[in-house]
């Protein structure tokens, strides 16, 4: 009798589970399970998604053996699609120690950073870090460069009070007081341990597919619309209340560090938090143009099968989104796969829905 080898619990775990920690705003990482047993219903072979934001569910559709498309109209999150989906093979390894070694230099003169979001975000020494970082990233080209950014972003967002960047709040995390949220355990952790961690773990969340993966930074109105099985839709969010997720002004300090050397034209400087260039103009954070952001690229994507994630009480209804999607579907299934409270919501109402359009 053939004895197969015992696996270890690491080895026995479904591939997408190896998809790193995150503290996105709205990731979907904690209901790939969920995602991954609607995917596995459908036939495709190939999708797209176009709002792909940590990568998470690209991540999940590589897993699953499908030739995968990731784009988003932020340059950070296609940096980390490019990282975690597209590249294959390549590793940072070692590499981190000498992107972290001697960090932050005193002797060094004070950079673009440290100059420009003094007191804002972080304090002296972690911008001074970030800059002299982020100098020995921008050296750095490919795959390697991705996963280096994929780490400095992470260690960015946990050392943030609600992992945001939309107001200047230093302060929160400076204070000495009693607090009902965040950690200041990870917030007082050095830069250099934050980018070690992240870094492992993005390195143990690459791997070969044998299907080629694509990562691109567009907007989803100029995507080609042929040429994929299935498209996955998971939009920006806007409450009933009409209050929609701005993410270029939530993590538009990400944004920058992407392209240091294009940062300073797009800071707005009339805002404290000085965010980039284009901040409160998507259609998918207005509560007058969603329903028609939403229609259109329905039916720019209607020779594929769609999925939507949604929740139950956004704009446009759930009822609305739903009739939106039989103009373009002839069959239409809705799961309603209960109630889910994501970070830092304080909504224990809404429930968490995925359309289903073949």
């Known amino acids: 009798m053939l004895q197969l080898p015992l696996l270890s619990p690491e080895d026995a775990r479904p591939q997408w589970e190896r998809f790193p920690e995150t503290r996105y705003l709205g990731s979907k990482r904690k209901l790939l399970g969920l995602l991954a047993q609607v995917f596995n219903r459908l036939e495709f072979d190939s999708a797209l998604d176009p709002f792909s934001g940590t990568g998470a569910v690209a991540y ?3 897993s699953l053996g499908k ?8 340059v950070a999150n296609a940096t980390v699609a490019r990282a975690l989906v597209a590249n294959h093979r390549v590793k940072l ?8 070694d001697g960090l932050p230099d005193p002797g060094e003169e004070a950079g673009f950073i440290e100059c420009t979001f003094d007191n804002l975000f972080f ?7 970030i800059d002299q970082y982020s100098s020995r990233v921008q050296r750095m080209t490919g795959p390697k460069r991705d996963l280096a950014l994929f780490a400095l972003f992470q260690s960015c967002l946990a050392k943030r009070p609600y992992n945001l960047f939309h107001r200047a ?18 917030w007082e952790r050095p830069f250099e341990e934050l980018i070690r961690r992240y870094a492992a773990q993005a390195d143990r969340a690459v791997f070969d597919s044998g299907q080629e993966c694509r990562a691109l930074s567009d907007e989803v109105a100029t995507l080609a619309p042929d040429g994929y099985d299935l498209v996955y839709l998971d939009p920006p969010y806007v409450s009933a209340s009409g209050a929609g997720v701005d993410y270029l002004d939530y993590y538009h300090f990400l944004e920058g560090l992407t392209d240091p050397h294009c940062w300073g034209d797009r800071i707005l400087h009339r805002y404290k938090h000085k965010p980039l260039q284009g901040r409160g103009e998507s259609p998918w954070q207005d509560p007058g143009r969603i329903a028609s952001a939403f229609q259109a690229v329905l039916e720019r994507f209607n020779r594929s099968i769609i999925v939507i994630s949604y929740r139950s009480d956004g704009i446009p209804s759930a009822d609305e989104l739903l009739s939106l999607l039989k103009r373009v579907k002839g069959k239409v299934e809705l799961i309603d796969a209960g109630q889910y409270v994501y970070a830092l919501s304080r909504n224990r109402r809404s429930r968490e829905l995925i359309f289903v359009g073949t």
Do not use: I, P, W
Request: without cysteine; hydrophobic residues 35%; glycine residues 6%.
């Open 60 to 62: 999940l559709l590589k």
């Open 169 to 186: 709040n230093l302060y929160m995390r400076q204070q000495e007081v009693s607090r009902s949220f965040g950690n200041k355990t990870t």
């Open 67 to 74: 030739r995968v498309t990731a784009s988003d109209a932020m």
């Open 123 to 129: 304090e002296k020494s972690e911008n001074r870090f």
């Open 93 to 100: 390894g070692g590499e981190v120690d000498a992107l972290v």
